[in-house]
């Protein structure tokens, strides 16, 4: 069982920077992929970034390409998503997710993940 809980996000302005973070309970960290996802208000939840087990690979959706990346720190039991560049189309809650299951791969299905933290406001303004 691994427990999800995601923070940094907030109101920010076209241009601006924001990394959020996703701290997860468990010893067995590193043998998770965690993956990011979005979803806007009226619109389908949207993957954002993934990043395997051990780090050895990540994906990130075209648009976020070049703008947002992911890490994670296994001593610390966390993943990051650093967005820079932010415009008013990346407003949405922002949530993290892991599977042990597609831990070798970077999976953009989010059926494909097992836990799912409680997500986070992402608003930026024009």
């Known amino acids: 069982q691994v427990q999800l809980v995601e923070s940094g996000g907030g109101l920010v302005q076209a241009g601006d920077s924001l990394r959020l973070s996703c701290a997860a309970s468990?010893?067995?960290?590193?043998?998770?992929?965690m993956g990011w996802f979005r979803q806007a208000p009226g619109k389908e939840r949207e993957f954002v970034a993934a990043?395997?087990?051990?780090?050895?690979?990540?994906s990130y959706a075209d648009s976020m390409k070049g703008r947002f990346t992911i890490s994670r720190d296994n001593a610390k039991n966390t993943v990051y998503l650093q967005m820079n560049s932010l415009n008013p189309e990346d407003t949405a809650v922002y949530y993290c997710?892991?599977?042990?299951?597609?831990?070798?791969?970077?999976?953009?299905?989010?059926?494909?993940?097992?836990?799912w933290g409680q997500g986070t406001q992402v608003t930026v303004s024009s």
């Open positions: 997710a892991a599977t042990r299951t597609y831990s070798s791969i970077t999976s953009r299905n989010g059926d494909d993940y097992d836990y």
């Open positions: 468990g010893r067995t960290f590193p043998n998770y992929a």
């Open positions: 990043l395997s087990s051990f780090g050895g690979r990540t």
